[in-house]
């Protein structure tokens, strides 16, 4: 008969001591795991919240693609003709028209000199004006 030894792994009762030790570990390790979550969660929505950026840019440009054009704030020359009554707007940058349209009334009247934060009196058109020094503004009434 041969005697040789050897290790074979078998079930073993714990003894409170290694219960105890266990629970510790097991405490430990949960905690740790609620941690670590925690933070994938924060990494998460951190790089959530920059894929979300980096889409909303990629919309606003392919946007733009697809348009052929982008508003931008361009520096432009308001014209004033007093003889034809019109107000042009130029782009400085390329000297295209960008606008044209007739002037209001008050525009008009800054041609003829008066302020432009004058006092008005509003007389209704079928009625004598009175003789308050003011500037007139005839109105219509229904």
Not at 71 to 100: A, F, I, K, Q
Request: hydrophobic residues 30%; negative net charge.
């Amino acid at each position: 008969m041969k005697k040789q030894k050897v290790t074979k792994i078998l079930e073993c009762q714990l003894t409170d001591a290694e219960r105890i030790g266990h629970g510790t570990d097991m405490s430990t390790l949960t905690l740790e795991i609620n941690e670590l979550e925690e933070q994938k969660k924060s990494v998460m929505a951190d790089y959530k919240a920059r894929i979300d950026g980096k889409g909303a840019d990629a919309r606003r440009i392919a946007q733009i693609l697809k348009q052929g054009y982008e508003l931008r704030e361009v520096d432009c020359e308001e014209l004033r003709d007093y003889e034809t009554r019109t107000v042009t707007v130029v782009r400085l940058d390329t000297g295209e028209m960008v606008s044209s349209r007739g002037m209001t009334i008050e525009e008009m009247q800054e041609a003829m000199g008066f302020a432009q934060d004058a006092e008005y009196e509003e007389v209704d058109r079928d009625q004598p004006a009175p003789d308050t020094g003011k500037i007139i503004r005839l109105v219509e009434h229904d």
